[in-house]
């Protein structure tokens, strides 16, 4: 086992023939003493030991004959420790599952790769199936949509749930990397699935989906429409986290189309739905929401206070999608606030994360976010060739920023444009937009002096 592991996992792969579960505590014990494996001070603890130690024991199991044996106990217990989790609502816990499966990703991607060589197209398709929402929300999507991309390509004959749900997954970190057309196409034949299911969370998964394609299309009405089909979803699915869930997205898609007046009072019902829930990390979607849309009225102070509350609850939680974009709009407020130092590294740490995610969206806004900073210190001509580097990684990746998304940087470029005169303005935006798409992250790097 690779990385480490616990006890439970070491009975199920331990226990074979001639060992019972039951004696295989003693047996880590004897282990331990014997300085062939380490215990950790983890809570609970964890085992581990020396890779020379490892490779003799690999050689012992090839002279037993019990090599592939153990590799298939050990992929089939990494199965049941994926499977065994409570329903996923997006951005809600999951009951400890996230923090296991990410104790346990290592040997999660070894269990990947045993039935990917072996042709064990079941266990394969079920593991991706079962671990999607990490991979969404640990924004580990490239490995994810790798991985996804392999079962639905040798999909036939899996049962429709199983199937919907790989498209589901594939969908979502689609959605997550704004490859919309391949979403589009995934989303649909998940919805037709899951339908066919009569399964309302299945559907509600891939219609939050939808709508952030609508949105990102700049098709507001569509997204608004979407995400009452979803509040109708999570209510009929009976889950309350679902429907704080669905209030928070009508609401945000209603803010982005730039109707805030309507978009309040379903925020603040999102709010009312999920604190007495207790769920952590739905309260703090709540209250970013909320964080949001006092950012794009303006209200820089009220929002920074949401984000700093926002990111401080969701950094003591676990790494997840939310706190990247908190992350965002508290250096966007900390920026309009005049904490420049702050907000510019922020945006540093936001780019050098959003590049190994390869989210070109939140690539795009740390880019604008970099620009909001130069003019406010006074540096207009870089300010200008960064929203045209921005630009240009816009339009290779076919993003269409969100209407109040987009009259929020159209305020910020006419600053610019007031300080430094609309042929300044356009000159160096030219020069910005002509660097190429692949190379625009490292040239931002290079003109920060990083």
């Known amino acids: 086992m690779l990385s480490g592991w616990d006890e439970p996992l070491a009975v199920a792969v331990g226990a074979g023939p001639g060992i019972d579960p039951s004696e295989v505590s003693d047996l880590l014990a004897t282990l331990t003493d014997a300085s062939l494996v380490e215990r950790t001070d983890d809570d609970p603890p964890r085992y581990r030991m020396l890779a020379t130690i490892r490779e003799y024991a690999l050689e012992r199991l090839d002279a037993l004959g019990e090599r592939e044996a153990t590799a298939a106990r050990h992929a089939r217990a990494l199965l ?18 996230f923090q296991r499966v990410d104790r346990e990703r290592a040997n999660a991607d070894a269990a990947l790769d045993w039935a990917s060589e072996k042709g064990e197209r079941m266990i394969l ?57 391949a979403a589009i196409h ?32 700049g098709d507001m009405a569509g997204s608004i429409a979407n995400c009452e089909a979803l509040l109708e979803c999570w209510q009929a699915a009976g889950e309350p986290r679902g429907v704080a869930t669905a209030l928070s997205e009508l609401g945000t898609a209603l803010m982005i189309a730039g109707q805030f007046d309507a978009a309040l009072p379903y925020l603040r019902r999102g709010q009312e739905v999920v604190e007495p829930t207790g ?47 908190s992350q965002l709009y508290l250096a966007t407020s900390l920026c309009l606030t005049g904490q420049l130092d702050e907000a510019e590294a922020s945006y540093a740490d936001l780019l050098r994360l959003h590049e190994r995610t390869a989210d070109r969206l939140q690539q795009v806004l740390a880019i604008l976010g970099h620009a909001a900073v130069a003019h406010r210190r006074g540096q207009p001509d870089r ?15 076919g993003i269409t920023l969100m209407p109040s998304i987009q009259a929020f940087y159209e305020r910020e470029t006419q600053l610019v444009i007031d300080q430094i005169g609309p042929a300044a303005f356009a000159a160096a935006f030219a020069r910005g937009a002509a660097v190429p798409a692949s190379e625009a992250l490292a040239a931002v790097r290079r003109s920060s002096g990083e």
Do not use: K
């Open 279 to 325: 769920d952590p990390l739905g309260i703090a979607r709540a209250r970013h929401d909320l964080g949001l849309h006092a950012l794009l009225r303006f209200d820089a102070a009220t929002a920074l206070a949401y984000f700093h509350d926002v990111v401080d609850r969701l950094s003591a939680e676990r790494p997840n999608f939310l706190l990247a974009a």
């Open 186 to 217: 995934h989303a649909n034949e998940a919805l037709a699935l899951w339908r066919r299911l009569d399964d309302h969370r299945g559907q509600a998964l891939v219609i939050q989906q939808l709508a952030w394609i609508a949105a990102g299309s």
């Open 80 to 97: 049941a420790l994926t499977e065994d989790a409570p329903p996923y609502v997006p951005q809600s816990r999951r009951g400890g599952w």
């Open 125 to 181: 398709a079920r593991l991706a199936a079962a671990l999607w929402p990490y991979w969404s929300e640990y924004r580990l999507g490239v490995a994810g949509r790798r991985w996804l991309d392999v079962c639905l390509t040798a999909a036939s004959g899996l049962p429709d749930e199983t199937r919907a749900t790989l498209l589901t997954g594939a969908c979502t970190l689609e959605v997550n990397h704004g490859d919309h057309v």
């Open 383 to 397: 300010a200008a060739w960064l929203c045209g580097v921005a630009s240009a990684l816009n339009r290779d990746a």
